[in-house]
């Protein structure tokens, strides 16, 4: 496997939301190596010094995962009742792994109200 196949690999896996164990296993390293491999692999998809750096991994890879790539997207699907935190038991479709915490970093982070 070259080194952007596994990259590639490694950021697939981590947007299906595996662990970096597990995508350390299907690579064939540890779970230290494979978030070392998916970071590079974030670092040359996305670019360095990419907005969202100063927000948590979590709140990053919910944008990433909902294909918010701009700060005006996210500003309207918040805005749009589209990005709201996951609630149980809810029927409509809610972003994997965003809770209140998320939720409220990034209106806090985008100078938007709750």
């Known amino acids: 496997m070259t080194p952007q196949q596994r990259r590639d690999r490694a950021f697939a896996l981590r947007r299906q939301g ?16 494979a978030r070392e491999i998916y970071g590079r ?18 709140t990053q890879n ?5 294909g ?3 700060v005006n997207e996210v ?6 009742g589209k ?8 029927r409509e ?3 994997l792994n965003y809770g209140k915490k998320s939720h409220e970093e990034l209106v806090e982070f985008l100078g938007m109200k709750l």
Do not use: Y
Request: aromatic share 6%; proline share 3%; glycine share 10%.
């Open 18 to 33: 595996k662990t970096f164990k597990e995508i350390g296993e299907s690579l064939g390293v540890c779970d230290v190596r």
């Open 41 to 58: 692999a974030r670092e040359v998809l996305l670019g360095p010094g990419h907005w969202t750096d100063a927000l948590g991994v979590r």
């Open 62 to 66: 919910v944008l990433l995962n909902a």
């Open 68 to 70: 918010l790539n701009t």
């Open 75 to 80: 500003k309207e699907a918040i805005s749009s």
């Open 83 to 90: 990005l709201r935190p996951h609630q149980w038991g809810a």
């Open 93 to 95: 479709m809610r972003a």
